[in-house]
Each structure stands twice: as C-alpha cells, then as structure tokens.
C-alpha cells in the first residue's frame, strides 16, 4: 500500500511552531511535546490525547483499521472475545489516539517477555501527517521499555512506503535478509 503523502497534506497539514522540522519542511509539534514529554498535541485545531484502549473501544478501532485498509480477522484473533481477555494482559500495550473524545488512531503493542511488537498501527485518513503514529509508537515503546522490554520490532508490508518511512524515521532498522514464517491452525488466523 503506498499512500501520496502530498494528497494528506493541506486541511491536515501541522502548523509551524518551534520545533523539528518534518520531511516535508514542516516544523512539528510533536517534538516540543516530545521534549516536555507529555501525551497531547496541540496542532491548533485539536488536542490530541493518548490513553489506554477499552473494551468499548473495540468497535471504533475495527473501523479505523477498516479505513486504513488493514486485515481484520473477527473469527480468529481479532475476535472481539479475543480482544477483551488480551486487553487485560500486562503483555498488552493497547493505545488509542483521541480528539475531541473521537478515536483516530489505534496500536495494538505487546510483548512475549524477550520482544516488543507494534501491531495494527493505524490513524484515520482525515487525521494524518499530524504525527498522531508517531506519538502513538513512541509511547508504546516508552511503556514497553518501562517493563524491561528493550527492543521492539513490527512487521510491514514491503509496499508500505509510508510505514517504512515513519519506523526509519524512528530509528527502526529493516532486516531485509530475514523471512517472514507463520503457520495458521486456520486462515481466519
Ligand atoms: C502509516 C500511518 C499509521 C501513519 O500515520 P500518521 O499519523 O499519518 O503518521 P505521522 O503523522 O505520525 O508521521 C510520522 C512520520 O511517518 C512518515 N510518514 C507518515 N506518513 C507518510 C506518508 N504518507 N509518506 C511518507 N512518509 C510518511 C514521516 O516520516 C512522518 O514524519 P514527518 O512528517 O515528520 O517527516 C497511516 O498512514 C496509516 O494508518 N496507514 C494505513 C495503515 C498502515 O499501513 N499501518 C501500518 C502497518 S505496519
């Protein structure tokens, strides 16, 4: 999936401020956030917020990843019985992105007790290119690190420039001599 980020900008394009500057020339204020180390960013025309994801926010975030184009396997392991019984777990890091109280942006983090994964990373069309990933990754690393998990790792799709970009940009590094394996008791796996 290649996304045109020229096409995103515009209406949701971040406001210059202090800070970063973004790929596109843009300064972002995220960075200042980051500095401060706080959850919210201001893009002046919202105030977005991080928090844990609720079992009430199952039916919103299968939308968002809907929207985003991602696999949503009800019968396997994106079950909503699944969801709620994982989503107690202390190896999940289930993150939401809100505005306004609407959720926009969801990553699903967990860890095996050796590894972090970032999964099911989305944002809502409408509120990209205003680093609501970024946060989002950066404090599911930030939470992973805290319980001693102190390397994670995500799988993209070698067409999703997009997501490369945004994990390069994060210090990320692909390993382009390793295969991805799986085995599926079953494909709604
Ligand atoms: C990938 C995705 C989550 C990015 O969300 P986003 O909130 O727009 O990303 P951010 O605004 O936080 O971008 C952070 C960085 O990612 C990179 N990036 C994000 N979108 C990009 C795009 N369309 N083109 C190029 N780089 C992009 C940039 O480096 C950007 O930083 P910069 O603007 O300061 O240079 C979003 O496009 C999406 O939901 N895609 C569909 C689902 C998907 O592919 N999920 C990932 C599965 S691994």
């Not at 942006?105 to 994964?117: A, E, F, I, S, Y």
């Not at 940009?169 to 709604?188: C, F, N, P, V, W």
Request: with cysteine; charged share 25%.
């Amino acid at each position: 999936m290649m996304l045109d980020r020229s096409e995103e900008e515009g209406e949701g394009a971040r406001p210059l401020g202090m800070g970063a500057v973004s790929h596109s020339g843009r300064v972002s204020m995220l960075a200042i956030a980051e500095r401060l180390d706080i959850l919210c960013v201001n893009n002046a025309r919202n105030l977005m917020n991080i928090r844990e994801l609720t079992i009430s926010d199952y039916d919103p975030m299968v939308e968002i990843w809907r929207q985003a184009g991602l696999p949503y396997r009800p019968l396997g392991r994106d079950a909503c019985e699944r969801f709620c019984l994982e989503i107690q777990e202390d190896t999940a890091v289930f993150l939401g992105a809100e505005v306004d109280g609407e959720l926009v942006g969801v990553v699903l983090g967990t860890h095996d007790g050796r590894k972090g994964w970032i999964n099911r990373l989305a944002v809502l069309p409408a509120f990209r290119g205003r680093g609501f990933a970024r946060a989002l990754v950066l404090e599911v690393e930030r939470r992973l690190n805290d319980r001693g998990i102190l390397i994670v790792t995500c799988l993209i799709e070698a067409d999703n420039g997009p997501s490369e970009t945004l994990f390069q940009s994060l210090g990320y590094l692909g390993h382009g001599d390793i295969t991805y394996y799986s085995k599926r008791q079953s494909q709604d796996w």
